[in-house]
C-alpha cells in the first residue's frame, strides 16, 4: 500500500510517498513560496535525478496538483497512476482536545479542525487547506489526520494545567498542550525496538532539539510531561523563541519601548531565543563557529539553552523517579555533539555520563553514553513522516 504524507505550512508543502511494504519512501519534495513570486517544488523520485519546477502557484490547491503530476510524471515520477495513492496522512499542528489519536478525517473531523483554528491561528489554516485541497484533487482516497498533540493527551491534569483563575481553562481551554507530539512518539518507540525492551518497562526522556525545541518525560510508553505549552512558544530556549520567561517581563517591556501586542508577540517569537542572545543568528552552525572563535555572546547563548535542556531533563527525572533512556533528536540532537555533552555536563551528578568519542557521531543512530551509565543516552533521527504513514495504515486496516 502507498501513503502519500503531507505536510502543510502557511507557504510551503513537505511531502513523501512511502510504500508501506517495506517502509520504503519512493519520493519526497518540498514547495516554497506557495502564493508568492518564486514558487518552486523540489522533487526527488529515489533512485532518480533531482527535479526543480518552477511554476506560479497561487495557492495549496495548485501546488498539490503540481506535487501530484510530479509524482506521476513519466520521466521522474514514482508511479505509473494517481490510483496507486491509497491514503494520505496530513500532519495537523493542533488538536486540542478533540483528538487523543489520528483519526479517518470526516465531516465532523473538519468541524473540530476549524473550532481549533483558535488553538493554533498560524498553524492549523494552512493544515486545513492542505486537506482540502486533497479532498478536491482526489475525492474518493481517505485522509487521516495526525496531531502533533495527540502524543501528549495523556499528560495528567496536574502537569497540564497552569496555576491561573481555573475558569481560564473551563471559558477558553487554556491549558498545556504539548506539540511535536509525532516525534517524540516516534524516538521514544525506536529507542525501546533498538534496545529490544518493552516501552512500558522504561521511563524516557526525549529531547527534540531543532528550530523549534521541547523535551517529553515517556513513561511507560505515554507521555507524561512535556515543555512547550499551550503555545510551541513555552519552554526550551529555542532559535528565534523565548521558551519560559517571567510574563511579568511582557507588560513591563511594552511599556517602557511602547510595544503593541503584535509587537510583543513577534519580538517573543521571531527575535528572541538564541538569536535574540547572541544577536548573530539562530542557527546553532553559526554560533557554534563564532563561540569557538570567541564570541562571548554566542558562547552564553549556547550556555543558556543547553542549561534549560539540562534543568527540563533533571525535572522529569524526579518526576518519574529515575530516567532508563535519554534520547536526542532534530536537526540539533542529530547533528551536534557539543550540545549533547553541554547538555549531559549537568547530568552527571545524577550518574548519566556522555562517551566523548562514542558522541562523535551526527545523523545516525547511536548509544553515546558510558559503559556503566545510570541511563542509555542515545541519538535516534526523528521519522515524522513514517509515524504518519504508520499512523494512517493502521487507521484504514482497522475500518
Ligand atoms: P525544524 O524544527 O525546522 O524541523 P530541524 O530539526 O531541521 O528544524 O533543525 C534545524 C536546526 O538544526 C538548524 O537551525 C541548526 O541550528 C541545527 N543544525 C543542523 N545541523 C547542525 C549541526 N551540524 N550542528 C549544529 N546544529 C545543527
Known sequence: MKILVINCGSSSLKYQLIDMNGEEVLAKGLVERIGIEGSRIKHDTTGKERVTIEEPMKDHKRALELVLAAIVDKNHGAVASMDEISAVGHRVVHGGEDFASSVIIDDAVMDALNRNIELAPLHNPPNIMGIEACKELMPNVPMVGVFDTAFHQTIPAENYIYAIPYEYYEKYKIRRYGFHGTSHKYVSMR??????????????????????????????????????????????????????????????????????????????????????????????????????????????????????????IAAYAAQMCRIDVLVFTAGIGENSGLIREMVCEGLECMNIMIDKELNNTRGQEAIVSRNLASATIMVIPTNEELMIARDTLELLSNR
Not at 510531561?225 to 519560559?244: H, K, V, W
Open 191 to 312: 529507542a525501546a525496538e533498538i534496545l529490544g525492551k518493552d516501552i512500558k518497562d522504561l521511563n524516557i526522556v526525549t529531547c527534540h532539539l531543532g528550530n523549534g525545541s521541547s523535551v517529553t518525560a515517556v513513561q511507560g510508553g505515554k507521555s507524561i510531561d512535556t515543555s512547550m505549552g499551550f503555545t510551541p512558544l513555552e519552554g526550551l530556549a529555542m532559535g528565534t523563541r523565548s521558551g519560559d520567561i517571567d510574563p511579568a517581563i511582557i507588560p513591563f517591556i511594552m511599556d517602557k519601548e511602547g510595544l503593541s501586542f503584535e509587537e510583543v508577540n513577534d519580538m517573543l517569537n521571531k527575535k528572541s531565543g538564541v538569536l535574540g542572545i547572541s544577536g548573530i543568528s539562530s542557527d546553532f552552525r553559526d554560533l557554534e563557529i563564532a563561540a569557538e572563535e570567541g564570541n562571548k555572546r554566542a558562547e552564553l547563548a549556547l550556555k543558556v539553552f543547553t542549561n534549560r535542556v539540562t534543568k527540563y
